[in-house]
């Protein structure tokens, strides 16, 4: 089946560095991508989304870019802190509104101080 | 607001017994969604309720899981008998609408 995937498993940034972590999707049809950031002990926790009308949305001090020619989405933590540290998981609606979100393996952000 | 919430957090239970996980969407969210991530991989949808219909269950795995979603509130996930592979953290996710989804904190589900 098609899914969405991440580069990769682990990246490690000092605080105060920008951290970007990508991920590749499969399925073209896909119109919607969410970023999630998951706590230890938490559920995912919605960070910023994007339609595919568009290739690039800000937020507070994170943007995602989308580059549809080869399907791949970033996402992009200004001045990292400790507190950013979690599973950041990549989600797509690859099919009609309303259905299921096909989700990324996750790449884990360590901040160190 | 409250957010979702899912009881219990942690159950542990043999093999061949049951166990039903609880959650409670957002108030007013017709979507819920049940996922789950089994020890590492991703996380995976298992079935879609609009209010009390289930809209999709393409991600159920098998006849041993029952979801129900009784007046369109709350929902149950009933895993019977349970299985080793069944062990993982559900996640249940509520939406207003065909976008954004809002989780809970998931109910780590051991199988011993």
């Known amino acids: 089946g098609e899914s969405v995937g991440l580069h990769l498993p682990t990246l490690s940034v000092q605080e105060g560095d920008n951290s970007i972590i990508n991920c590749a999707y499969s399925n073209s049809a896909s119109d919607y991508f969410i970023w999630y950031k998951q706590e230890s002990g938490k559920g995912p926790q919605f960070i910023i989304d994007?339609?595919?009308?568009?290739d690039k949305r800000q937020g507070q001090r994170v943007t995602v870019l989308l580059n549809k020619t080869v399907k791949h989405l970033s996402l992009q933590i200004a001045a990292t802190q400790p507190g950013d540290s979690a599973v950041y998981f990549c989600a797509e609606n690859g099919r009609e509104a309303g259905t299921a979100l096909i989700f990324g393996k996750g790449t884990t952000l360590s901040v160190s101080s | 607001e409250a957010g979702v919430t899912q009881f219990p957090s942690h159950s542990v239970i043999e093999k061949g017994q049951t166990v039903t996980l609880r959650c409670d969407p957002i108030?007013?969210?017709?979507?819920l969604y049940w996922y789950r991530r089994v020890m590492g991989k991703e996380i995976k949808f298992l079935l879609h309720?609009?209010?009390?219909?289930?809209?999709?269950e393409s991600g159920m795995p098998n006849n041993r899981f029952l979801a129900e979603r009784t007046g369109g509130t709350y929902s149950t996930l009933k895993v019977q008998p349970a299985e080793l592979e069944d062990s993982g953290v559900y996640f249940c996710?509520?939406?207003?609408?065909?976008?954004?989804?809002?989780f809970g904190p998931g109910t780590r589900l051991t199988v011993l």
């Open positions: 309720f609009v209010k009390e219909s289930k809209q999709d």
């Open positions: 996710a509520s939406s207003p609408n065909y976008n954004e989804q809002f």
């Open positions: 994007i339609r595919s009308n568009m």
């Open positions: 108030s007013g969210h017709d979507n």
